[in-house]
């Protein structure tokens, strides 16, 4: 299939990725459009649209996917190109866990033949999201992590960052109002998650799927130190609804707080006291390998 690949600007000029698209156009039509400021992905999925592009690549990290998957899910939903990645970020972390791959010319290979299955997709107020939004600690831990220390250590940057912050962290007092419960109290990390990991490799949700129509919902609750060890007991078990940990699996949520809360969609830092979440299910048609283990059997 011809293919138009949405390029992040600031890989435009990357020998390798230049040398995988001349590859891949030994097999097909590919063609390129780059960003260069803000707006610029939802002015190139517009003009694709009008042009009749029946499959777009969004080629760059978790930030330029949420960009292109956004501007696609504001077209008319019967007129939508399906969408591929190409991932080319720091943690590529939607793409790692859906299976697609690093090497580029295995996925662009993939974006060009590779089947495309309904996904649902997540809104968060007027803007929408692939894979997780992140609110409080989290949230102010990815904004602040400087992009040349993501550039230079990968993933591991939020880990030493989380390190440098760890005696300034701040809870965010507020409730999350589900459709059968209310969570509530002072929160440190809280996540709406459609896909599974965010971070740099953290898993939130393991068991998240993106075509079950539904959000994993994980919060994590103030902890005396010497709970350390029954928080990490609490994290790692993703069957466990913990004291301090809370899971919940639903089609929409909203949080409320008296206070603005820093909030990360899939790297789109917002703030916000009372924002709803909720899943809009199937919204996509998205290239992905056959073995992906985000899709229900």
């Not at 707080?257 to 979440?277: K, Q, V, Y």
């Amino acid at each position: 299939m011809d293919i138009r690949v949405i390029l992040n600007g600031k890989k435009a000029g990357w020998e390798p990725l230049r040398a995988a698209i001349y590859r891949a156009r030994e097999r097909g039509r590919v063609e390129v459009r780059v960003t260069w400021e803000g707006g610029d992905a939802r002015r190139l999925v517009r003009e694709a649209h009008a042009e009749g592009c029946r499959r777009l690549v969004a080629g760059g990290g978790d930030g330029t996917v949420r960009e292109v998957a956004d501007a696609l899910l504001r077209l008319p939903a019967a007129e939508r190109p399906e969408l591929a990645v190409l991932p080319m970020g720091t943690a590529n972390d939607f793409a790692t866990a859906c299976g697609i791959p690093a090497d580029l010319d295995a996925a662009l290979a993939l974006a060009a033949s590779g089947g495309a299955r309904p996904v649902d997709a997540a809104r968060a107020g007027d803007q929408h999201f692939l894979n997780v939004a992140s609110g409080g600690f989290g949230a102010r831990l990815t904004a602040a992590t400087p992009p040349a220390l993501k550039n230079f250590l990968g993933g591991g940057a939020y880990t030493l960052t989380a390190l440098a912050q760890a005696l300034k962290v701040v809870a965010y007092r507020g409730r999350l109002r589900l459709p059968h419960e209310v969570v509530q109290g002072d929160i440190l990390v809280g996540a709406a998650c459609n896909g599974r990991q965010a971070g740099g490799g953290q898993m939130l949700a393991p068991g998240a799927l993106i075509d079950d129509g539904l959000l994993d919902f994980v919060a994590l609750h103030a902890f005396p130190v010497e709970a350390i060890g029954q928080v990490i007991k609490e994290l790692l078990d993703a069957r466990l609804n913990g004291k301090y940990v809370k899971r919940s699996r639903a089609p929409w949520a909203e949080w409320e707080s008296e206070e603005d809360t820093p909030i990360n969609l899939d790297g789109e830092p917002i703030t916000a006291r009372h924002l709803r979440f909720e899943v809009a299910p199937r919204a996509l048609r998205l290239v992905l390998p056959e073995n992906c283990p985000l899709l229900s059997r």
